[in-house]
């Protein structure tokens, strides 16, 4: 397996507070054809990882310290119109709101078409060929072309959101809690479908996500972030199984089971605290 | 049964939505298609379903929050339907509600201690003291604190003000509450909080839970019976065991198909 994204000590303050940190010298390895899920609570970072990948790093916030490399290449400190070439081209993005991410006065047909057109110059019949295989891929029939987004269901934004992001055949993938807003029917048929396209197409997934049991159906390795640094770090059977940091242990106690056989424990902050001091 | 402290029969409410070019057409929605359901004393009844599927719509109803199309909702034998405006107005004292949103449930303008005491104000239980005595206790209670009086919600976290929706549906000692996904907003560790300070104080003060929730895990925990709806239609309704062990019907087995981690989950015990 090769590796596709290193993320070493990066490290993200607020300008106004720059002794905060929100993502405090995390490192780990993404490699292609593999999943890396993100998990934490609101407010633990892993958002802000997704965002500073892809230089999307909003101009209140500071990326200190630390390097973000992909496929060998530091960037973190490419100027926004380099980053332009390699968002939606080598890295592709998913966010959580399906129903705010697409414009709404533009065809579906027409948003996908404009990442392709962009990127890789393609024009009339070929775009339109490239676009109604995109659809088929993610399960649209191809006559919804010339739906607007306001014409389909959730789920079928997301797909939608799903077949812009691949169109130009991303080596990385980065998802955004992209089934959080999503019913359970529909979030099982969405993590599916991401799941055949990473191995088709041997992407790496970035997915970051607050739920164990996505987690569960679709990493191949997990980062626990809390307070903006990774806690633990691992594969998905050991991270689960056989959590190491009291923090992870906390947090699987508090997912309920579907079995219903586990009782639920809350986190005890003030433990966590003294046990992070020790 | 004599045991069932709410029930309601064949519930229909339809909505109109204007539609076709410009909306000038209009389709008729069923939200509720001939629901009937029991809640029995000091139990939990958890409704579940997808979005759409009338879950929100029953609780509103439930409370006549909503007009019924048809149908009735019976608590302690009587008919919510046919009280007059100042008898239902008393009777709402034991039917209260946790709404899902803790942002926008709570008034942003009124401080903590009026929106807790504002019941006991509106009811006229007791003097302004007592009421006050009262508020602290409920506030105490949910895991905050007297001081949180003066606040206002912004000050507050989600889970806090979920707890703060909580000690004002609480504070009339009501016999019912209905909880519209009252965990779905808050992450799972608050969501775990939530969810075992529910459970104590029905314990403490025999509450009956209406429990409104999409997730399927939740619900595992906190219901003792469950009702599956889908379109506006119950499809499946039983002791939580029953359900969760041998579903039924299709739908419900999809549903339970579809929660994330069984996988994994089937693993670990292998």
Known sequence: MSELLRIEGLTITPKSAPERCLVDDISFVLESGKTTCVVGESGSGKSLTALAVMGLLSSQLNQVAGQVNFQGQDISRLTNQQMQQIRGKRIGMIFQEPMTSLNPVLTVGYQIGETLTVHLGLKGGMLKARIASLLEQVGIPAERVNSYPDELSGGQRQRVMIAMSIACEPVLLIADEPTTALDVTVQAQILKLLDELKTRMQMGMLFITHDFGVVADIADNVVVMFRGKIVESGAVDQVLNQPQHPYTKALLACVPDADGKKPLKPIDYAWLNEGQAA | ?270
Do not use: W
């Not at chain 2, 909306?23 to 379903?49: H, N, P, Y």
């Not at chain 2, 019941?119 to 001081?147: C, D, P, Y």
């Not at chain 2, 929706?165 to 965990?183: H, T, W, Y």
């Open chain 2, 1 to 270: 049964m004599s045991d069932l402290i709410l029930s309601a029969h064949h519930l229909t409410k339809t909505y109109t939505q204007r539609s076709g070019k410009f909306g000038f057409g209009t389709t008729q929605v069923k939200a509720l298609d001939d629901v009937s359901i029991g809640l029995k004393a000091g139990t939990t009844l958890a409704v579940v379903g997808e979005s759409g599927s009338g879950k929100s719509t029953l609780a509103r109803c439930l409370l006549q929050l909503q007009p019924l199309d048809s149908g009735e909702v019976i608590f302690e034998g009587k008919d919510l339907a046919k009280l007059s405006g100042s008898e239902l107005r008393h009777t709402r004292r034991d039917l209260q509600m946790v709404f899902q949103d803790p942002f926008a449930s709570l008034n942003p303008r009124m401080r903590i201690g009026k929106i807790v005491g504002e019941g006991l104000l509106i009811h006229r239980l007791g003097t302004l003291a007592e009421q006050q005595a009262q508020v602290i206790r409920m506030l105490k209670r949910v895991g905050l604190s007297e001081a949180d009086m003066q606040k206002y919600p912004h000050e507050f976290s989600g889970g806090q003000r979920q707890r703060i929706g909580i000690a004002r549906a609480l504070i009339l000692q009501p016999k019912v509450v209905v909880c519209d996904e009252p965990v779905s907003a808050l992450d799972v560790s608050i969501q775990a909080q939530i969810l075992l300070l529910l459970k104590e104080l029905q314990q403490e003060m025999s509450l009956s839970y209406i429990f409104i929730s999409h997730d399927l895990r939740v619900v595992r925990h906190i219901a003792d019976e469950v009702v599956v709806m889908y379109k506006g239609k119950v499809v499946e309704q039983g002791a939580v065991n029953d359900i969760y062990q041998s579903p039924a019907q299709d739908y419900t087995r999809n549903l339970l198909n579809a929660i994330p981690g069984r996988k994994h989950a089937a693993m670990a015990s292998t």
